[in-house]
C-alpha cells in the first residue's frame, strides 16, 4: 500500500529537473548551478569594457501548443523578460540594430505545460498540476564559441498565480519564465564580479 501510496504522489506531482531536449546537443559539461539548474561557464568567457549581447528570439520548436499562454507569446514574453533582466546589469548593454554585439544569446523553450488547474485547486501542494516551463541556452563569443550554456526547469512558481480557482496558468507560467530569466542575470552578473575581482 505504500508503495502505492509514494507512486501515486509521484505521478500527481511530476518532476522538476531538466531533461534533454535536442537544443543542446551536449549537456556532459553542465553542471549545477547556484540559481541555474544546469550551467556550463567556459574560462574564456572574458567580459569586455562592457558586454554588447544581442538577444535572438527564442526557438520554440520544442513547446508544445497550448491555450494558456501559446507558445508565441511564451517566446515574446521570454524575449522581453531577457531584455529586461540582463539589461540591468552592469558591464551589459543588450545590443540595438546600430551595435556591433560582443557576444549573441540564443534560447529555447523546450518544454512549456500549462499544468492542470484541477489539481492545483483540489491537492493544492508539491508539484501537483503544477505549470512546467524549461528555458536552454548559449552565450557565444564574437568567434561563435560558447562561453555560457545553461538549462533550467521551473514548475508552478506560486507567486501571483495561485487563488481560490487553481491559479491562472499563464501567470504561472510567466512567472517561471522571470524566474529563468533573473537566474541568467544573477549568474552572469556573479561571473561578471568575480572575473574583475
Not at 531533461?19 to 569586455?48: A, H, M, N, Q, R
Not at 524575449?79 to 533582466?85: I, T
Not at 563569443?141 to 481560490?164: Q, T
Request: charged share 25%.
Amino acid at each position: 500500500m505504500e508503495k502505492i501510496f509514494l507512486i501515486s504522489i509521484l505521478l500527481l506531482t511530476g518532476c522538476a529537473h531538466v531533461y534533454k531536449s535536442e537544443f543542446l546537443k551536449d549537456y556532459s559539461t553542465l553542471t549545477k548551478g547556484k540559481y541555474l539548474e544546469k550551467v556550463f561557464i567556459s574560462p574564456d568567457l572574458k567580459p569586455s569594457e562592457k558586454m554588447v549581447i544581442k538577444i535572438e528570439k527564442p526557438d520554440i520548436t520544442g513547446a508544445q501548443a497550448n491555450d494558456s499562454l501559446p507558445p508565441d507569446m511564451a517566446r515574446d514574453a521570454l524575449s522581453h523578460l531577457l531584455e529586461q533582466k540582463l539589461g540591468r546589469l552592469y558591464g551589459i548593454k543588450i545590443a540595438s540594430a546600430s551595435d556591433t554585439p560582443t557576444h549573441v544569446l540564443e534560447t529555447a523553450i523546450t518544454d512549456l505545460e500549462p499544468g492542470s488547474r484541477f489539481l492545483r485547486w483540489i491537492i493544492g501542494w508539491g508539484l501537483a498540476g503544477s505549470s512546467k516551463v524549461q528555458v536552454e541556452g548559449r552565450i557565444l563569443d564574437a568567434s561563435g564559441k560558447p562561453v555560457v550554456i545553461f538549462a533550467d526547469r521551473r514548475a508552478g512558481s506560486a507567486v501571483g498565480g495561485y487563488d481560490l480557482t487553481g491559479g491562472d496558468p499563464r501567470a504561472l507560467l510567466e512567472n517561471d519564465m522571470e524566474g529563468i530569466a533573473q537566474a541568467l542575470a544573477d549568474t552572469l552578473q556573479d561571473e561578471m564580479v568575480a572575473i574583475k575581482g
